[in-house]
Each structure stands twice: as structure tokens, then as C-alpha cells.
């Protein structure tokens, strides 16, 4: 066992860069999420964790590239928790655990549902933001990356809001939307008419007495149709569509088509 030593310094970008001289044989490096991390920094969100900086025997950097990148690129000088005179050969086992998701994050928190709320959060900040495509198929993207931070205080600011919207998501008559895309857009949607809001998603999520001629008829049956023919729109596109069926439906239209084309028009906004 070797004499490890641990200790919390105030790390500068001067004093990171001499601790990234030393490091060899580490993970690429992901520079959007070097870019995040150091976002987070700048911004006054990251926060103190205990996480260590590992640094081996012979003076190699083991663990904490990222983190020592970010801090560079922030010009920030930030406390670590450092730990030094570890066994060198730990590296093969480091970062072979799982980061906590925002679900798990959310369920620390305190909050019941977390895959839910956390799921349902990520999609309404996403949409809000304007990252139509992050909010459609999840992937998080540059620019529209969210923390595990920035989702839990959506959820602790618009809890009792939130959870209104969930029960129209997740319930047993949804089959066509992803339940926290119907319960975010019943979230966003309800900001504009709180009671249409209710009858448009309960409509799309159970599709009971609708003449042929109500847009989340059409809606519906556009994406039933692509299921059974295996002609299945984008998650993008399911949203435009919505949200134009919802347009619709505000304007109570009676002659109408449902169409959208990406590369003709840009994405619906709500009305």
C-alpha cells in the first residue's frame, strides 16, 4: 500500500497546465465536453464534489484530464480535491463505474418519478431554448447541452407545474408519442391555453370521438399509418407536425392539410 496523500488545492490554469505536462496514455479527448465542463466553470456552476485529481508515484496525471483541460480553457482557479502517491498501475480500473444520470440526480434530489420529471425537464429546456432537434430525438447537442444541475433546478422551481403535465405523457392511452414529449409540449402548450392545452394532448393521447376532419385526427392517423408501413417520420418531424396540428387546432380551421417539409419551411412555432 502506498503512502497516498490527499489534500484540497486551489488549482490555477498555471498549475493545471503543469499537471497535464505529466499526463500520458490517457482518454481522447472530447473537446465538447471539455467546452461544457469549462462553460460550467465560468458560469459558477460547478461545484465542490470531493472527485479527486489522481496523481500517480512517479508524478503522472491518472485521472482528471478533463476537468485540468476545462480549467485551463476557463481561466478560472478553481478547488480540487487532489490525491498523490497512488499506485500507478490503478489506471487500468479507473472510470469503469457509471456517472450519475439526471434521473439519479433528480431522485437524490428528493423527487419521486425522476425518470419522469428528469426525462420530461431535459425536453422542456431543450424546446424552450430552441434546440428542436435536441428536444425530438434526445441527443444532446454543442450548444444545447444541459447539466444534471440545470435539470434538477427546473424541477425544483416547476414541480407541482410539472407534475400536472406528466399525467398526460404517461398514461395508458399514449402509444404514439414518447411520454415526455407529450407531457413537455402539454407543459409548454398550456402557458399559451391552459384548457385547450388539456383537451389537445388528452385527445392525442387517447384519439376518442374525433371527426376525420380535427387535426389530431389527422396527426394521429399520420402517425399510425407510418407505423403499420413502416414509413416513419423523424422525431423532428412528429414534433412539427404536432405542433401544426395544435396551430391548427387553435385557429379551428375546417379545411385543412397537414404537411410539413424541413427543407421548405422552418420549424412551427406554437400559437
Not at 223 to 237: A, F, Q, V
Request: aromatic share 8%; net charge positive; glycine share 6%.
Amino acid at each position: 500500500m502506498t503512502n497516498v496523500r490527499t489534500s484540497v488545492e486551489l488549482i490555477t490554469p498555471e498549475k493545471a497546465e503543469k499537471y497535464l505536462l505529466h499526463n500520458s496514455d490517457n482518454r481522447n479527448v472530447k473537446e465538447d465536453h471539455v467546452n461544457f465542463l469549462a462553460n460550467e466553470m465560468k458560469n459558477g456552476k460547478w461545484k465542490f464534489t470531493g472527485d479527486c485529481i489522481k496523481i500517480g508515484q512517479d508524478g503522472r496525471l491518472l485521472d482528471g484530464q478533463l476537468r485540468l483541460l476545462a480549467l485551463v480553457k476557463s481561466k478560472k482557479a478553481i478547488e480540487f480535491l487532489v490525491a498523490k502517491n497512488l499506485d500507478n498501475e490503478i489506471f487500468d480500473v479507473l472510470d469503469t463505474g457509471f456517472n450519475r444520470s439526471a434521473a439519479d440526480v433528480v431522485g437524490i434530489a428528493g423527487f419521486g418519478n425522476p425518470n419522469q420529471k428528469s426525462a420530461t425537464a431535459k425536453f422542456i429546456l431543450s424546446f424552450e431554448k430552441g434546440a428542436f432537434d435536441v428536444a425530438a430525438d434526445g441527443k444532446s447537442k454543442k450548444k444545447a447541452k444541459l447539466s444534471n444541475a440545470d435539470i434538477v433546478a427546473f424541477v425544483d422551481k416547476n414541480h407541482d407545474k410539472l407534475v400536472e403535465s406528466l399525467k398526460y405523457g404517461y398514461n395508458k392511452f399514449n402509444k404514439l408519442m414518447p411520454p415526455a414529449h407529450l407531457a413537455g409540449m402539454h407543459y409548454v402548450l398550456k402557458k399559451i391555453d391552459n384548457d385547450m392545452a388539456n383537451s389537445f394532448c388528452e385527445s392525442v393521447a387517447d384519439g376518442a370521438n374525433l371527426p376525420k376532419t380535427s387535426p389530431i385526427y389527422l396527426f394521429r392517423e399520420r402517425l399510425i399509418i407510418g407505423d403499420r408501413n413502416k414509413l416513419k417520420i423523424t422525431p423532428k418531424e412528429r414534433l412539427a407536425l404536432f405542433i401544426k396540428a395544435w396551430n391548427i387546432y387553435r385557429s379551428k380551421k375546417s379545411k385543412i392539410r397537414l404537411l410539413y417539409s424541413a427543407s421548405k419551411e422552418g420549424f412551427p412555432k406554437p400559437i
